[in-house]
């Protein structure tokens, strides 16, 4: 009478069994469509081998000079009936002032590459999560101008005979444009529509105005496209229409990516998520111990009702007691 007796869950705790949930099966494609951290032997692998097939390519294209002198025609006609047809007074106007065209040619010639590889470092090493999407969207840019070099073979405008345009390249004896000078015979000159010095351009100021923090970055973000557009036209390497064109291979190659991906580039997570997440494990009993996942796969233990251990739930099962009496 009045004694305190003990009893013990010892039994309980050595029966209980953990049951671990298991992790959704998701498919092939629903793991190409998930972002994840890119790998740089095989990002260097595929930009070098894009860019020689991109190469490759757009010189194979026949070189259709008739057919291309004939767009390159009804394009300036067809500006000079929209009013915008002042190409050759920039043209003219710029080529007045040797540094400032020079300097141009040499713009023409190196930022089309450094803007753009830059952006991609700078995406790879500070963006991951959001590289691929951005990179697809280049690639298809890059994919469908492909088609209009093959399919509208266009001269730029200081090609054309009697037009009075000024080659800026070879009357200042620059190396601005592989279509000019001693490099013409390696690369297509009549592959003009649409311009990829827009394309890229204008990826690379809107990835960087939509994911910079400064604000002077992102004004030049925004600002490096229209620089570009000046260039190309006063160099007479592009019409304003070309431009048009690459804008609209740049449109073709957003939607590619927010239809693959679900989301805008910079809509998507800074880091991908990880892809093997703790696992959670579950008591068969009530009173058991189940696993709260964390970062690293790693598990934390906690209480069946949801409360880590505190020093009463640390304490041995046959230290708690519950008194009874007769």
């Known amino acids: 009478m009045g004694e305190t007796t003990v009893k013990t869950l010892e039994g309980l705790t050595a029966a209980a069994s953990p049951v671990v949930a298991k992790e959704p099966h998701i498919s092939l494609i629903g793991r190409l469509r998930t972002p994840r951290r890119p790998r740089i032997w095989f990002e260097v692998l595929l930009i070098a081998l894009s860019y020689w097939m991109y190469s490759l390519i757009r010189n194979a294209v026949p070189e259709q000079k008739a057919e291309a002198l004939r767009n390159a025609n009804w394009v300036w006609r067809a500006e000079h009936?929209?009013?915008?047809?002042?190409?050759q007074s920039v043209n003219h106007a710029v080529n007045s002032v040797t540094w400032l065209i020079v300097g141009m040619n040499?713009?023409?010639?190196?930022?089309?590459?450094?803007?753009t590889i830059s952006v991609l470092v700078w995406l790879f090493h500070f963006h991951p999560g959001r590289y691929a999407?951005?990179?697809?969207?280049?690639?298809?840019?890059?994919?469908?101008?492909?088609?209009?070099?093959?399919?509208?073979?266009?001269a730029p405008p200081r090609?054309?005979?009697?037009?009075?345009?000024?080659?800026?390249?070879?009357v200042h004896d620059t190396w601005g444009s592989m279509a000019s000078g001693n490099l013409k015979n390696v690369s297509n000159q009549y592959a003009?529509?649409?311009?990829?010095?827009?394309?890229?351009?204008?990826?690379?100021?809107?990835?960087?105005?939509?994911?910079?923090?400064?604000?002077?970055?992102?004004?030049?973000?925004?600002?490096?496209?229209?620089?570009?557009?000046?260039?190309?036209?006063?160099?007479?390497?592009?019409?304003?229409?070309?431009?048009?064109?690459?804008?609209?291979?740049?449109?073709?190659?957003?939607?590619?990516?927010?239809?693959w991906y679900g989301a805008l580039p910079h809509r998507l997570p800074r880091v991908p998520k990880s892809r093997q997440p703790g696992r959670i494990v579950a008591s068969r009993y009530l009173g058991g111990d189940a696993a709260e996942p964390r970062e690293g796969g790693q598990e934390r233990p906690v209480t069946a009702k949801g409360r880590r251990p505190g020093p009463a739930t640390d304490r041995p099962a046959s230290a708690r007691s519950t008194p009874s009496g007769d």
């Open 81 to 87: 009936t929209l009013g915008i047809a002042v190409e």
């Open 106 to 115: 040499y713009y023409y010639a190196t930022m089309h590459f450094i803007m």
């Open 133 to 154: 999407a951005a990179r697809l969207a280049l690639f298809a840019t890059t994919a469908v101008a492909l088609v209009g070099y093959y399919l509208y073979p266009l």
């Open 159 to 170: 090609l054309m005979p009697h037009s009075h345009f000024v080659d800026t390249v070879l």
């Open 192 to 259: 003009a529509m649409p311009s990829m010095h827009i394309g890229w351009s204008l990826w690379c100021g809107l990835i960087i105005f939509a994911l910079a923090k400064a604000p002077w970055a992102r004004i030049l973000g925004l600002l490096y496209p229209v620089l570009t557009l000046l260039v190309i036209v006063a160099t007479a390497n592009h019409f304003w229409l070309d431009a048009v064109g690459g804008v609209l291979c740049l449109a073709f190659g957003t939607a590619l990516s927010y239809s």
